[in-house]
């Protein structure tokens, strides 16, 4: 893969190998077919995750044990043409193994026997409809009309219905259908309407006229439940567990926009050209913001270049064109002439008053970076996103907050595939509502925070999970100037925690840290160093190990067999003897092989070339790849392995933590990645915010309360606790009141390079990470003493889970923090709080089985 996996992302990919093994088999050996679904919020990265599964399908992946299928064919299937180059074109950016050759779209003109193996077709529902060439099989529509299917017409020997039939009882062949989008293939049960394109996708399943089913299909949606139950019917198809990746951990990710700022009238009256102008200062206040911190990285990559969507309705009359593309020049006069563009359906130039404003194709506008202002209709296109994309104003009245939000939607992607520290304003996407008041913002609020509507399919997904906000009337914060430099340097002491992952290899960590620390220039030759310590390790357990070894070893190169003998009158079954032969070069590749999943496959090969004993007629990596192979089945071995690297991996995190500290953003990001390629939580550093967005008014458009002391604060020193209910507000008051108070911080509530963040397994066994709402400085400058105090309702069905994570946080921690403290509030509104720094009530807590049992117990006290 060319792109580093996100740990959702390689759960996932795991997940959906394990059911294509158990597919393959299923098909291969029983014959059965059988689906699965894998749903994914917008912005997840869902043909990401299918590359990597495809080339996986291809070739294997050591990671998770997965066999390559040699007879796989991959089917990829969309009710949409535009899709499929889309997507091919995104499969050879994300797989570095996933050639062009692999890669054709099915055209009019395909007519194959079969579908080859190891390769990737696009086809989509209209090729199979009743009217295309590759069914009727003739070459033009002006042919006279078809006859039956047994005089096929000579200029085409296959329809593709006899290509897909013939591949499907090839047994040397698995065609694996991927469907994307596979909501949209699927009617609801309840429709009486024969869609022709959802009666082409139940055709291809389930087979038709002499055309089996298809053994394997994968469905592709952010919405699958049509999907899911369209399978659970299916007659003879036996339906894995469907594969969920969670949008808290999409979003947690930084691959999405943190915040949706949403503008909108606060008056009656006509203002489109008004907030017009405000949209369009706002995209040059964003290319400022851009330019400024790329100049800040100190980076040789170019600046992002943000984007103003201007959506219009469906039929927009010529004089609202005319009048947006003047206010725009009017508000932006040096905006090049080529800097504005279109993507309507009739894709031709728009020539009004002067301006000539061309079309361009959606897949186009990310990468052809002079386009600054794009005009769209509907959602533009599925599939389409453009993480540059800023700013969007909707010319749009509120009852058309579907097609809004749609739009919204495809423009979450953050633009660096990551989250900029601590900046707020640079983490969000704007969106002006020229048409909308209060009460209808709202409206698209909830859509844009995931709360479904009445009657609401799926189909406006807008990505994202918990962490995301969407905000009326923020207001950034800055660095509160009032805030002691002492304060600042134990807020840069603070630990956090990484997400455990389902799968790691100690190894490939270790690898890709000494790579990492090479390129830095952290540490001189490090991958040299990193092997070197793994070949001592493994000197050490050939040596400690020998005998088994050496019975290994004997096991490798002795094939041993048997010879029976099946009468063929008696009909008796005799063994006639035992044989021996002696393994062959690929024999022994097989074994190899299998110890690269043990060690790591590059470990293996590094280490074969470091005890190849070489002379003149032999390069001694036979002797190397047996001996090798005879250490990987040792047990054990991969443990003591795993330690060493973690141990050595540890050493040098420790070593260059201030170091790292201190790169870049994006080099930074590498290392977090690096350390959180663990089954366990290991620390992270809390990385200071730069700018810190918060909403000043609540739902009626009143002013919220604000308090003084927060380490970011606006021009006044103040800070906005409008998200605090009031015995959160309690908590912080009575904090504040303490002696020695000096500081506090509300700490984000998505876990995020700003924020103290506590990894926790929920009651299903998932690892998961709280941000405790408090952190509280209190102290002289010599020595600023650090709090933790996180109110959370007892009545919660995550409060049990959370509690057990702060408990062994502190377990780990609890020399760093003063105080670490939960507090709830009882049903009589009293106070209690559970002191996690104590032992015997992390211990109360771990044997707790209620909630609210434990705060009223004599492990909590009043606060």
């Not at 869902?46 to 066999?67: H, P, R």
Request: hydrophobic share 40%; net charge negative; with cysteine.
């Amino acid at each position: 893969m060319r792109f580093t996996l996100k740990d959702y992302q390689v759960d996932a990919v795991g997940d959906v190998l394990r059911n294509l093994a158990d597919a393959r088999f299923d098909w291969q050996q029983r014959r059965r077919p059988t689906a699965f679904s894998l749903t994914a919020t917008t912005g997840a990265g869902k043909t990401v995750m299918a590359a990597a599964v495809i080339e996986s399908l291809f070739d294997g992946n050591d990671d998770f044990s997965f066999e390559a299928d040699p007879g796989a064919v991959v089917l990829w299937f969309t009710d949409d043409p535009s899709l499929n180059e889309q997507t091919r074109f995104r499969l050879m950016e994300a797989g570095d193994r996933i050639a062009h050759s692999r890669l054709e779209v099915i055209e009019n003109t395909f007519n194959e026997e079969n579908l080859e193996p190891g390769k990737v077709y696009f086809l989509n529902a209209q090729k199979l409809s009743k009217n295309s060439l590759l069914v009727k099989g003739a070459p033009d529509d002006s042919q006279e009309p078809l006859v039956e299917r047994s005089a096929s017409p000579d200029l085409r020997a296959f329809t593709m219905w006899d290509t897909i039939r013939n591949t499907i009882e090839n047994d040397h062949l698995t065609l694996y259908l991927i469907l994307d989008e596979a909501h949209r293939g699927m009617k609801a049960p309840s429709s009486r309407e024969r869609d022709e394109k959802s009666t082409i996708v139940a055709r291809l399943i389930n087979g038709t006229n002499g055309v089996p089913p298809v053994p394997v299909v994968w469905g592709i949606s952010a919405t699958v439940d049509r999907f899911n139950k369209a399978m659970a019917a299916s007659e003879g198809r036996l339906s894995y567990p469907p594969i969920r990746v969670d949008p808290a951990r999409v979003q947690e990710s930084g691959l999405l926009k943190d915040d949706i700022r949403l503008d909108f009238p606060a008056e009656t009256g006509q203002f489109d050209t008004v907030l017009l102008k405000r949209a369009t200062r706002k995209v040059k206040e964003s290319t400022v913001l851009w330019r400024e911190y790329a100049d800040g990285q100190d980076t040789a990559a170019d600046p992002v270049v943000p984007l103003l969507v201007v959506q219009v309705p469906n039929t927009p009359s010529a004089d609202l064109l005319m009048t947006a593309f003047n206010t725009v020049r009017e508000e932006w006069p040096d905006l090049p002439g080529d800097a504005m563009a279109h993507v309507f359906g009739d894709h031709s130039a728009i020539e009004l008053g002067g301006h000539a404003v061309p079309y361009v194709s959606p897949e186009k506008v990310q990468d052809r970076t002079h386009i600054r202002v794009l005009f769209a209709k509907d959602a533009i296109s599925t599939g389409w996103d453009c993480p540059r994309a800023e700013v969007l104003v909707s010319f749009r009245p509120a009852k058309d907050e579907t097609h809004i939000t749609q739009l919204l939607g495809r423009m979450i992607r953050t633009p660096l595939a990551r989250r900029v520290p601590g900046d707020d304003r640079l983490n969000s996407v704007e969106c002006v509502l020229p048409h909308f008041n209060r009460q209808t913002a709202t409206a698209v609020a909830e859509v844009l925070l995931g709360q479904k509507r009445e009657g609401d399919d799926g189909t406006g997904d807008t990505g994202g999970g918990e962490g995301r906000r969407v905000l009326v009337a923020p207001v950034d914060m800055n660095v509160n100037a009032s805030i002691s430099p002492s304060v600042w340097k134990a807020f840069d002491r603070l630990p956090s925690q990484t997400l455990p992952r389902k799968a790691a290899k100690p190894t490939k960590r270790l690898t890709a840290l000494a790579q990492a620390l090479s390129r830095d220039g952290l540490l001189k030759d490090a991958r040299k160093a990193a092997y070197g310590e793994m070949f001592a390790v493994l000197d050490g357990l050939v040596a400690r190990h020998k005998q088994k070894v050496d019975e290994a070893t004997y096991g490798i190169l002795d094939v041993e067999g048997e010879t029976i003998v099946a009468g063929v009158r008696s009909k008796n079954v005799a063994i006639a003897g035992k044989f021996s032969e002696m393994a062959d070069d690929r024999s022994v590749e097989a074994d190899f092989k299998a110890a690269g999943r043990v060690l790591s496959p590059d470990l293996a090969r590094k280490y074969a070339d470091h005890i190849a004993v070489v002379d003149a007629d032999d390069d001694g990596l036979f002797d190397a790849h047996v001996r090798i192979a005879a250490l990987a089945q040792v047990e054990g071995v991969q443990a003591e392995l795993d330690r060493a690297a973690d141990t050595l991996a540890g050493k040098w995190l420790t070593q260059y933590r201030v170091a790292i500290k201190g790169l870049l953003d994006e080099r930074r990001a590498v290392y977090d990645d690096i350390i959180a390629m663990s089954t366990d939580p290991h620390r992270i550093d809390v990385l200071r915010p730069r700018i810190r967005a918060e909403e000043t008014e609540d739902s009626a458009g009143n002013k919220v309360a604000t308090k003084t002391g927060h380490l970011m604060s606006d021009a006044q020193g103040r800070f906005p606790i409008g998200s605090l209910n009031n015995w959160e507000t309690r908590v912080l008051e009575s904090e504040m009141s303490q002696p020695g108070f000096r500081a506090w911080y509300r700490n984000p509530a998505r876990a995020s390079e700003d924020s103290l963040a506590i990894a926790y397994k929920d009651g299903k066994g998932n690892w998961r990470r709280l941000c405790p709402d408090f952190v509280f400085f209190s102290g002289e400058d010599e020595e600023i003493k650090v709090s933790i105090v996180d109110p959370h309702g007892f009545h919660l069905g995550d409060a049990l889970p959370k509690l057990r994570g702060l408990a062994d946080f502190t377990a780990e921690y609890a020399h760093e923090f003063h105080r670490v403290e939960a507090v709830a509030q009882m049903k009589d509104k009293t106070l209690r709080v559970l002191d996690l720094k104590s032992e015997a009530v992390r211990k109360a807590i771990h044997e707790a089985g209620d909630a609210e049992r434990l705060y009223l117990s004599v492990a909590a006290t009043d606060y």
